[in-house]
């Protein structure tokens, strides 16, 4: 099993930062894509961010210009940036990895969730 560990939400004003980090762990032989997904109460759960193990990069319309997202391939970890966010970011915000156990089985693995909530 791939085990995913979200740390860094939280409450933040509007035009704040924050920064997410997600930790893989497990028996991975590779990872091919690690992105952030987040879902608001009542809406559907929507693309932040991904990047793939060359460092392709793709992002959410809403986000592009204000999030950054970086990874870690030799620990596994990707981190998104969150500058200058609104309080229609307000949202749950999951890891999702994709990629290969030893063996050559696929996997694609969501984390718990970490809550961000942008409010004065």
């Known amino acids: 099993q791939v085990q995913l560990v979200e740390s860094g939400g939280g409450l933040v004003q509007p035009g704040g930062s924050l920064r997410l980090s997600c930790a893989a762990s497990g028996s991975i032989y590779a990872i091919n894509a690690m992105g952030w997904y987040r879902q608001a109460p009542g809406e559907q759960r929507e693309l932040v961010a991904s990047?793939?193990?060359?460092?392709?990069?793709e992002y959410g319309d809403s986000v592009k210009g204000r999030f950054t997202i970086s990874r870690d391939n030799a620990k596994n970890m990707v981190t998104l940036q969150m500058n200058s966010l609104k309080p229609e970011d307000t949202a749950v915000y999951c890891c999702?990895?994709?990629?290969?156990?030893?063996?050559?089985?696929?996997?694609?693995?969501w984390g718990q969730g970490t809550q961000v909530t942008v409010s004065s």
């Open positions: 999702n990895a994709k990629g290969a156990y030893f063996g050559g089985r696929w996997f694609d693995n």
């Open positions: 990047i793939t193990s060359g460092g392709s990069t």
